[in-house]
């Protein structure tokens, strides 16, 4: 649904989305109805430069009258702005921030991890904006718990997996790895929304920035 950058394959469903802020707004309230902003209760109350990646039309977004939000549809950029769910929001690329380096305490990237295929460009534009003291990058991403998936991500450098647990958590450590990121915590958040009951599951992933 959010389309940050080139794609390596995009669902009929996704591209017809994207035309329309109204048609996401209904798509994310179907999908996640009864666990709206579930997965934000994982995390601490973020305090300082706060951005995040892929807001759409904020119809899940943070609450917070410090964040940016970007997102690469302007549409969807335009409803929320209408709607005073984004306090700042940008057309921007998730591979070229807009930002100078050491700008944010925090980043977060909502439910945008598997619609990305250059996973390494995402995370060098995160580490250069980030600060280096205290400074920390919040992913969250949908995962099948149960087997039997069809709907294969693969990016640009070959990696291919099912959106499984294993699958994310081992691409999220070798990412980490080569861009000095260490993984302070998991969490696995399980709601009572309809993709939830169908087996899915929202897992956070906490990572600090290293220098050594």
């Known amino acids: ?24 707004d209904l798509t994310v309230h179907a999908v996640h109805f009864g666990a709206r902003n579930e997965r934000y209760k994982l995390i601490p109350r973020l305090s300082g430069r706060i951005l995040e990646i892929g807001c759409g039309t904020g ?30 929001p940008i057309c921007a690329s998730a591979y070229h921030l807009p930002f100078k380096e050491k700008t944010f305490d925090s980043i977060l990237v909502p439910d945008t991890f598997h619609h990305l295929v250059f996973h390494h460009k995402l995370f060098r534009e995160c580490r250069r904006t980030l600060k280096d003291n205290n400074a920390l990058l919040y992913i969250f991403d949908p995962v099948k718990l149960k087997k039997g998936t069809n709907r294969l991500q693969s990016t640009a450098d070959g990696i291919t997996w099912d959106f499984t647990l294993k699958g994310l958590c081992n691409r999220i450590f070798k990412l980490s790895k080569a861009h000095k990121f260490r993984i302070q915590n998991s969490k696995i958040a399980k709601c009572k929304s309809i993709i939830h009951l169908s087996g899915w599951c929202d897992i956070l992933f906490t990572l600090i920035p290293y220098n050594k």
């Open 59 to 88: 119809k899940s977004s943070i609450n917070s009258n410090e964040a940016i939000h970007i997102d690469i549809n302007p549409k969807f950029l335009k409803r929320g702005l209408r709607k005073n769910r984004l306090t700042i």
């Open 1 to 24: 649904m959010i389309a940050l950058g080139k794609k390596i394959r995009e669902s009929i469903f996704s591209r017809i989305i994207d035309k329309s802020g109204l048609l996401y």
